[in-house]
């Protein structure tokens, strides 16, 4: 808009000039000249009278007269052009003009030639309203940024609950600013704030019913199992008997898994915290492990001698090692070394640091920020021995920021590599 409306005014005052204020400014300077030379003579005295009351510039050229009245400022720019350079177009100097020596020159009866100007010096006197005017600009625009920041900072407010929002957090809405009167952003944070109550209410029905079903099954479970176990015995039964049995404790566990993974993602997960020793916790695991899998004697612990105690649910701790540790043993299969678990501690005494390796195939990169999410699986078509069901992961990553900690999954080229951090404060 400023520049059209620069380039517009421009184009209209230069088409007024041609056409008005040039034969306005020659018969101005024939006037002068008539009364610099009022008997055909220029007259240094007339020509210093008139500078002294016009901000003008007079030079006076001939044969028996060459004054200037500055003779300490520059030339005209025009002039200086046409000096510099004779053979030039008459277009040299100021714009497309042709004429401003018929505009500006005049030579009088006995041959001298008279040339005007504007006294630039007036004009410099003041540089001081150009600078005041620089500080007002930048005052007006650093009032106006601070204004329309404020009008925008609602935005930020909503992006900020709208992170939340993603990352499952609804227990703090957006802040609406004049809730009785809001405006189109207060509306708009208000209409996300319901939207994220909804997105609650429907997940926390989700786990409801998650938690009731788990609940129900148990119960049928169990009486299945007992009666299975009460089958005769004998070489015909035995095969259908122990495949029976197996499946019932899969679902048993999976079961167990689904209660665990609903009551860590509650808003009032509980945990029974005592002091507990990681390393010794960590043998009891593998010891465990060994019973059902030899495979995991070959795990190695790598651990200083001496590690704190830390404040931890020892239940919910061995169910991470015990499904980091399965992980890993199921996926390294042929793998040229053995899992390995990291035991350090972070700095300043502020906890523990788990870290579960093997040297496997690994996952591929595009699925890494899904492995801890509840029933994914990397490969589909695996069968369910060779991939659980997606809740293995999914528990560790809830256990760990139940404690206050994080979960991280990386590519360890070859093998993956999932580190735990566990604080040593609540």
């Not at 009666?227 to 039964?237: A, F, I, K, S």
């Not at 030899?294 to 169910?319: F, K, N």
């Not at 078509?381 to 139940?402: D, E, H, I, M, S």
């Amino acid at each position: 808009m400023s520049f059209t409306f620069i380039s517009g005014a421009q184009k209209a005052f230069s088409v007024g000039w041609r056409e008005a204020a040039r034969p306005v400014l020659m018969d101005y300077v024939d006037r002068l000249t008539a009364d610099v030379a009022a008997g055909g003579s220029p007259s240094i005295e007339r020509a210093q009278a008139l500078t002294q009351r016009l901000p003008l510039t007079i030079d006076i050229v001939g044969p028996r007269v060459n004054w200037r009245s500055h003779p300490d400022h520059q030339r005209p720019h025009w002039l200086r052009e046409r000096a510099r350079d004779r053979g030039a177009d008459d277009d040299a100097g100021w714009g497309d003009d042709k004429d401003w020596q018929q505009l500006l020159q005049r030579t009088t009866a006995d041959r001298h030639r008279l040339e005007f100007g504007l006294n630039e010096a007036v004009f410099d006197r003041r540089p001081k309203i150009v600078g005041y005017t620089l500080v007002a600009l930048l005052i007006l625009t650093l009032l106006a940024f601070l204004y329309v920041r404020r009008l925008l900072r609602p935005l930020d407010d909503i992006r900020q609950g709208a992170l939340r929002f993603g990352a499952g957090r609804f227990d703090q809405p957006i802040p609406v600013r004049h809730p009785r009167g809001p405006d189109e952003l207060g509306e708009l944070a208000a209409t996300i704030n319901t939207m994220g109550q909804d997105i609650q209410q429907m997940l926390d029905a989700q786990r409801s019913l998650l938690l009731a079903i788990s609940h129900e099954l148990r119960s049928p479970l169990t009486r299945a199992r007992l009666n299975t176990e009460l089958l005769p015995e004998g070489v015909d039964v035995a095969p259908q008997r122990e495949a029976l049995l197996r499946d019932l404790s899969e679902m048993a566990r999976l079961i167990s898994d689904l209660l665990e993974s609903e009551r860590l993602a509650g808003r009032h997960q509980a945990l029974s915290r005592e002091p507990t020793d990681p390393v010794a916790l960590a043998r009891d695991v593998i010891d465990e492990l060994t019973i059902t899998q030899p495979a995991a004697r070959s795990i190695q612990l790598h651990a200083p001698y001496s590690l704190p105690t830390l404040p931890l649910d020892q239940i919910r701790v061995r169910l991470l090692l015990r499904n980091l540790l399965d992980n890993a043993l199921r996926h390294s299969t042929g793998a040229p070394r053995a899992v390995e678990l990291h035991i350090r501690a972070l700095e300043a005494g502020q906890g523990i640091e788990l870290e579960v390796r093997d040297h496997g195939p690994g996952v591929p990169d595009d699925q890494l920020p899904h492995l801890a999410q509840a029933f994914f699986r990397p490969d589909t078509a695996r069968t369910r021995n060779a991939g659980g069901v997606g809740l293995g992961l999914y528990l560790c990553r809830l256990v760990a920021q139940a404690h206050g900690g994080t979960f991280a999954v990386r590519n360890a080229h070859p093998g993956l590599a999932v580190t735990v951090t566990l604080p040593s404060a609540p």
